[in-house]
Structures are given as structure tokens and as C-alpha cells.
């Protein structure tokens, strides 16, 4: 089954305490991306990666790492989590250069940063 | 920059009659736009998309979209109303042209449809 897959789904830490989200898509995809969701804001993009060893900012990418040295694998990393990071975070993925196809969500991980 | 307004955070409507959730865009060029649907504790799902040529976009489970250049929107449309089409709604746009390659979002707008 196509899917993207993301772990943990739920995750409460402390200010302060690196923690990563991993983020694996089975398609195949060249681009993919990160988003966190708040309400009233909708999804804001944090990075996306166009492909292997290249990725770019979105948004709102202050606080967080990202990475992708395999193309089926894009983790988000928070190496000191601050309170306002506590969101509902989203990763996706779709094919080629990713302008026209639809992306492929995950089913989101909450965070609570304590 | 690019942006999309939602300007309705709520819409409800009764079942059997038509909906319309709101979006308008801006962006650099010609656009691509997204309809996505999200249902409690899930990511979201496409539902259509406008690329190029005909203005009236159809999609998945009888939902339609009209692009209109001149009004920059993109409404999302279904003819009659289920229950089941209660979900938060988002509109999307990305630049059609260029390097860039980010997507941006709308904030969302709640559908209930009543019973």
C-alpha cells in the first residue's frame, strides 16, 4: 500500500530535549515536506527537499533541522524544543519536482513540548 | 509572496443541498491549485486540482472546483450535500512556474452538514 509513514504519532518532552520525527514514503517520490498545523493558521511549511542531499526553507523553519540522505526518508529534528513547538506536524511527499502532482500525507504526529 | 484566504472558518449547510467552501489565491504567474480534506486525526486527502485549460475542475466523491482568473478564486462546489462531507477543507496554491516549489496553505474552513 502507498503510504507515508510517520513515528511517533504522539510525543510529550521537555523544553530543551532533542527529539527527531521520522518521516518514510514507499513511492518512490523526489519531493518532500514538512508542515506543522494550529488552528486558525492552517498548514505552514517548515522545509522541503526537492530530492536526495537537497533541501530549502518554507515558512517557517526556525527550530528545526531537516535532512534527506535517502529518498525514501526525510526526518524533522528539533535539537532544543521551545513551548510554541508544540503543534500537529505533517509530513508529504509527491512525484517528480512536486509543482502539479498532489502530496501524499502522513497522519501526523502531535507534539507537546512541556 | 504567494497567499490563499479562507475567508469562512465555519459552513454549515443542510444535507441535499449544494455547498460552497471559498478560497481566493495570490500568487506570481499562473497558479496551481489544490482542494485537500482532513477528517479527525488524519492527514489530509486530495480532492482536485486546477493545472491549465478547462476552468470547471471535477474530483473525487462529486466535489468540483471553479477557477476564475479574473476574481483570483477557487471555490470548491458539490451539488448536494452528504453528512459524511463533514471535514475541515483546505485550499492550496503553489507558482506554476519557476524554481520555486513551495506550497502554501489556506487556514482551513470547517464543513458540518446537518441531517
Known amino acids: 500500500e502507498a503510504q507515508v509513514t510517520q513515528n511517533p504519532r504522539y510525543l510529550i518532552t521537555v523544553t530543551g530535549k532533542k527529539l527527531t520525527v521520522t518521516c518514510s514514503q514507499n513511492m518512490n517520490h523526489e519531493y518532500m515536506s514538512w508542515y506543522r498545523q494550529d488552528p486558525g493558521l492552517g498548514l505552514r511549511q517548515i522545509y522541503y527537499s526537492m530530492n536526495v542531499e537537497v533541501t530549502d526553507k518554507g515558512d517557517v523553519p526556525e527550530g528545526y533541522k531537516v535532512s534527506r540522505k535517502e529518498k525514501r526518508n526525510f526526518p524533522l529534528i528539533l535539537e532544543s524544543p521551545s513551548p510554541n513547538q508544540t503543534s500537529l506536524y505533517f509530513c508529504?511527499?509527491?512525484?517528480?519536482?512536486?509543482?502539479?502532482?498532489?502530496?501524499?500525507f502522513g497522519d501526523g504526529t502531535r507534539l507537546s513540548i512541556l | 509572496a504567494q497567499s490563499v484566504a479562507q475567508p469562512e472558518d465555519q459552513v454549515n449547510v443542510a444535507e441535499g443541498n449544494p455547498l460552497t467552501v471559498k478560497c481566493t489565491y495570490s500568487?506570481?504567474?499562473?497558479?496551481?491549485l489544490f482542494w485537500y480534506v482532513q477528517y479527525p486525526n488524519r492527514g489530509l486527502q486530495f480532492l482536485l486540482k486546477?493545472?491549465?485549460?478547462?476552468?470547471l475542475v471535477k474530483g473525487s466523491y462529486g466535489f468540483e472546483a471553479e477557477f476564475n482568473k479574473s476574481q483570483t478564486s477557487f471555490h470548491l462546489k458539490k451539488p448536494s450535500a452528504l453528512v459524511s462531507d463533514s471535514a475541515l477543507y483546505f485550499c492550496?496554491?503553489?507558482?506554476?512556474?519557476?524554481?520555486?516549489?513551495?506550497?502554501?496553505f489556506g487556514s482551513g474552513t470547517q464543513l458540518t452538514v446537518l441531517p
Open positions: 500568487v506570481s504567474g499562473n497558479p496551481y
Open positions: 508529504a511527499s509527491s512525484p517528480g519536482g512536486g509543482s502539479n502532482q498532489p502530496q501524499h
Open positions: 486546477y493545472i491549465t485549460g478547462d476552468n
Open positions: 492550496a496554491v503553489r507558482q506554476g512556474s519557476g524554481s520555486a516549489r513551495q506550497l502554501t
